[in-house]
């Protein structure tokens, strides 16, 4: 039997989450020993990732510096009866820029992409061509685990960035334009500007269903592209995603199922904002998180992840209270509403919101006023008052 590898650390997964602690543990803790394990050739796989700088604590934003490929310092909103424009910092983030960075923080023999896992322990990780790694600690962060553990809607979107044949003149974000017919749920399009005559397009629907009809979305995001006026030479890259937009559910049912006692990072640890999907703030504070520790050991490490996640978890209840309201107590057309309502209030309210980290006063301010969903139906949602028998049969 050949002698496995041995090193300090495994990040079993080389996208967003795992990526993002091993460029971190590279920076602050050059001695160590770790390996980055990702079946697939790239790190981070095919993503655009985007934050608002409010979504990341100022003391952790080193670890995201070295990977923005675009900024922006405003952004726009549009619905049927408010358009506004917010003055936030909003940047994203390329996955191959996070292959190169990560690359070349790390020594050539520490990042093993192409390469399979398919058993881990607190301490091991086999890969599927026989090689074994014996780790003083590992860290599952392969992207969603058993999702079915967890009460889900969906956000789902293709998006593509166009290079067209003229400039266009939107110097801004469009983050949510939700002006466009409502289909499967709440849709909106959302647009970044990347260049003079690039531009990416992303068609999203808030729906109760993960099926992703690529050829129906390309068509209406041919459309919209047409309504705006642009003219497009050609398309340069496509990327699509189901996120889940999660209501309620089992946590420790969903982090045991992939394994108990292994540590875990990004979506693997339920690690995402209930309402957008959204793992990068997660993945970021997570990674400071463990290069602060002093203990990386795998049960050490297991303590750590297991604690941040649920108390994250436990601390979100009101955004997966808000999901239920926007997936039960809405009917899908009517769900645009409740956003619409929601981009009228004070900006700092909605970064806040963004960032996970709404106060008490953001969440009265979000509850009170007129609902844009019926009460009964809304309190029914939240099981304030028993499902009617009509509900129940439908
Ligand atoms: C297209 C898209 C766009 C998104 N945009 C944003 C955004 O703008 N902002 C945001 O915050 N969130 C965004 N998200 C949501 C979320 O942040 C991302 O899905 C993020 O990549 C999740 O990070 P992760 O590290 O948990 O999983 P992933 O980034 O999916 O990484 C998991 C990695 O594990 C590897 N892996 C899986 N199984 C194995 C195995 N057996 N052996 C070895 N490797 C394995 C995979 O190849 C993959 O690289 C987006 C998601 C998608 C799909």
């Keep these: 039997m050949p002698t496995p590898l041995s090193c300090d650390l495994a990040i079993v997964g080389g996208g967003l989450a795992g990526g993002l602690i091993a460029l971190a543990l590279a920076k602050r803790r050059p001695g160590l020993d770790i390996r980055l394990i990702d079946a697939g050739d790239a790190i981070g796989g095919n993503h655009l990732w985007s934050f608002f700088v409010s979504d990341i604590a100022e003391p952790d934003r080193w670890i995201l510096a070295p990977l923005i490929s675009y900024g922006w310092t405003r952004y726009d909103i549009a619905f049927p009866a408010h358009r506004r424009t917010l003055d936030s910092i909003y940047y994203s983030i390329e996955s ?72 266009h003149d939107d110097p801004r974000p469009m983050v949510m334009d939700a002006t466009v017919s409502q289909i499967d749920g709440y849709r909106f399009v959302y647009c970044l500007p990347f260049a003079a005559t690039r531009m990416f397009v992303e068609d ?26 642009w003219q497009v030479e050609r398309v340069l890259r496509e990327e699509s995603g189901v996120l889940p937009v999660a209501m309620g559910g089992d946590f420790e049912g969903y982090w045991g199922s992939s394994g108990l006692g292994i540590a875990k990072a990004g979506m693997r640890a339920g690690l995402f904002h209930p309402t957008t999907g959204y793992s990068l703030p997660d993945a970021v504070r997570t990674a400071a998180l463990i290069v602060r520790a002093t203990d990386l050991s795998g049960p050490a490490l297991h303590t750590l992840t297991h604690g941040f996640a649920r108390t994250t978890w436990q601390d979100r209840g009101f955004y997966r209270m808000l999901d239920k309201m926007l997936f039960r107590a809405a009917d899908p057309e009517e769900r645009y509403r409740v ?56």
């Design 96 to 167: 191959e820029r996070l292959d190169t960075v990560v690359r070349a923080a790390l020594p050539a023999k520490a990042v093993m992409t192409g390469r399979k896992v398919v058993e881990l322990t607190p301490t091991s990780v086999l890969l599927a061509d026989g090689t074994q790694i014996a780790a003083d600690g590992v860290i599952d962060a392969r992207g969603p685990g058993n999702l079915s553990r967890l009460d889900l809607g969906w956000q789902k979107f293709l998006g593509r960035e166009l290079s067209l044949a003229d400039p």
């Design 204 to 229: 999203t629907y808030y729906s109760d269903t993960p099926t992703l009809d690529h050829a129906a979305i390309g068509d209406r995001i041919d459309s919209y592209v047409v309504a705006r006026g």
């Design 339 to 394: 956003l619409e309502r929601f981009y009228r209030l004070d900006p700092q309210l909605v970064r806040r919101f963004y960032a996970g980290r709404s106060t008490m006063m953001d969440k009265a301010r979000i509850l009170t006023g007129k609902p844009p969903v019926p009460v009964g139906r809304a309190l029914r949602a939240i099981g304030l008052l028993p499902t009617s028998p009509m509900e129940q049969t439908s």
